[in-house]
Nanobody
Framework: QVQLVESGGGLVQPGGSLRLSCTAS????????MAWYRQVPGKERELVAG???????NYADSVKGRFTISRDNAKNTVYLEMNSLKPEDTALYYC???????????????WGQGTLVTVSS
């Protein structure tokens, strides 16, 4: 069974930085896309950034130039480096993995449980 476990959320002042991590556990052979989404109460979950197995990235316009997504395929881990944080970045951040191949079964999509990021003075 594959699980996604996030870490790194917390409280930070405006202008500060945080680094989120998400590791996929299990007998994983390959993960096609890994991504970060975020959601605030009353709004739909939105894509923050995504990265393919080959390293191609995409970002929401609202975070371009401030956030950087990266991954370590050997560790099945994706990172989100968040700089120049704003109060509007406050949200529950979810890790997402797509097209996961394991030694026993393949998964179309998996989600982590979320880690809270609060940007406030």
């Amino acid at each position: 069974q594959v699980q996604l476990v996030e870490s790194g959320g917390g409280l930070v002042q405006p202008g500060g930085s945080l680094r989120l991590s998400c590791t996929a556990s299990g007998m994983i052979l390959r993960i096609n896309v890994m991504a970060w989404y975020r959601q605030v109460p009353g709004k739909e979950r939105e894509l923050v950034a995504g990265i393919s197995n080959g390293g191609t990235t995409n970002y929401a316009d609202s975070v371009k130039g401030r956030f950087t997504i990266s991954r370590d395929n050997a560790k099945n881990t994706v990172y989100l480096e968040m700089n120049s944080l704003k109060p509007e970045d406050t949200a529950l951040y979810y890790c997402n993995a797509q097209s996961i191949a394991t030694v026993r079964v393949n998964y179309r999509e998996l989600w982590g449980q979320g880690t809270l990021v609060t940007v406030s003075s």
